[in-house]
T-cell receptor
Framework: DAGITQSPRHKVTETGTPVTLRCHQT?????MYWYRQDPGHGLRLIHY???????DKGEVSDGYSVSRSKTEDFLLTLESATSSQTSVYFC??????????????FGSGTQLSVL | GDSVTQMEGPVTLSEEAFLTINCTYT??????LFWYVQYPGEGLQLLLK?????DKGSNKGFEATYRKETTSFHLEKGSVQVSDSAVYFC????????????FGRGTQLTVWP
């Protein structure tokens, strides 16, 4: 299994509070992604990174920010959590975004509840 | 925009039954297509992929053929097992994007002994 650790695994927070989720990898992969999973929607990309300090928005980036100061860590921040951000958040990593070695490795997920 | 449509679940089968999960897509150009599987309490895992028309991806007895003429990538398995019970996601990546996948909604499969 790819070495991906998400923390925390579960979190309950209140509306309006900031929340930071962490993804840590030991594979030295260049590409990292944050997805959210909601019933009826599958997985949707929030933000992704293609290198240290290089990030870009996905399809549902409003209300989220990210940072990547080291290859191994990719942080997702909800600046002011809302109930619509209650979801399961998955981090994924990839050695190559295309070609034969194209493959996303997913972490075990973080269940976030915003009350 | 790019999108993936999967058949609605849940799908319930008896062991050794034949499985088909339909997937169609909308995308410009020539996307790469994927099937990912999610077992209970875990993250997704790549099951198989195909990168060009008429390619067949296969793994663990599962197969899917990239059909450009019908914009489809249906997942099949000839004889399912209880251990195949999981959620299956079809996904696409448009050629120029950096590993950004568009996922379908997922199809829950339950196999009974």
């Amino acid at each position: 299994d790819a070495g991906i650790t998400q923390s925390p695994r579960h979190k309950v927070t209140e509306t309006g509070t900031p929340v930071t989720l962490r993804c840590h990898q030991t594979e030295n992969h260049r590409y990292m992604y944050w997805y959210r999973q909601d019933p009826g929607h599958g997985l949707r990309l929030i933000h992704y990174s293609y290198g240290v300090k290089d990030t870009d928005k996905g399809e549902v980036s409003d209300g989220y920010s990210v940072s990547r100061s080291k290859t191994e860590d990719f942080l997702l921040t909800l600046e002011s959590a809302t109930s619509s951000q209650t979801s399961v958040y998955f981090c994924a990593i990839s050695e190559s975004p295309t070609g034969e070695r194209e493959k996303l490795f997913f972490g075990s997920g973080t269940q976030l509840s915003v009350l | 925009g790019d999108s993936v449509t999967q058949m609605e679940g849940p799908v319930t089968l008896s062991e050794e039954a034949f499985l088909t999960i339909n997937c169609t897509y909308t995308a410009t150009g020539y996307p790469s297509l994927f099937w990912y599987v999610q077992y209970p309490g875990e993250g997704l895992q790549l099951l198989l992929k195909a990168t060009k028309a008429d390619d067949k991806g296969s793994n663990k007895g599962f197969e899917a053929t990239y059909r450009k003429e019908t914009t489809s990538f249906h997942l099949e398995k000839g004889s399912v097992q209880v251990s195949d019970s999981a959620v299956y996601f079809c996904a696409l990546r448009r050629g120029s994007t950096l590993g950004r996948l568009y996922f379908g909604r997922g199809t829950q499969l339950t196999v009974w002994p």
